[in-house]
């Protein structure tokens, strides 16, 4: 079975860093995209950044670029987030998903996420 497991999230202060986990399973880890999304409350679920795992390319929303850098560990079926420079704006339960484009869509019918992390930044 397909199982991702998200970690990493907590409490920080504005301008402080977090880095999320995505341990996956169930799949060969070089095939598509994994990406990380958030929720805020009261907002819709947003893409954040994708990583291809065949080539590792990437892609981040125009809100995290220059902040947050995503990349994989394929020895360890395990894509990272590293999020700097945070604001309380980022406060959401971050959740990643697989398999997708770096488009963030998913391909398929098949469509796996995680359990969701939440992530709180204090001002």
């Known amino acids: 079975d397909v199982q991702l497991q998200a970690s990493g999230g907590g409490l920080v202060q504005a301008g402080g860093s977090l880095r999320l986990s995505c341990q996956a399973s169930g799949f060969a880890f070089d095939d598509y995209a994994i990406g990380w999304f958030r929720q805020a409350p009261g907002k819709e679920r947003e893409g954040v950044s994708y990583?291809?795992?065949?080539?590792?390319?990437?892609d981040y929303a125009d809100s995290v670029k220059g902040r947050f850098t995503i990349s994989s560990d394929n020895a360890k079926n395990t894509v990272y987030l590293q999020m700097n420079s945070l604001k309380p704006e980022d406060t959401a339960v971050y959740y990643c998903?697989?398999?997708?484009?770096?488009?963030?869509?998913?391909?398929?019918?098949?469509?796996?996420w995680g359990q969701g992390t939440l992530v709180t930044v204090s001002s």
């Open positions: 998903a697989w398999p997708l484009g770096l488009t963030g869509d998913f391909y398929g019918s098949q469509h796996y």
């Open positions: 990583i291809s795992l065949s080539d590792g390319d990437t």
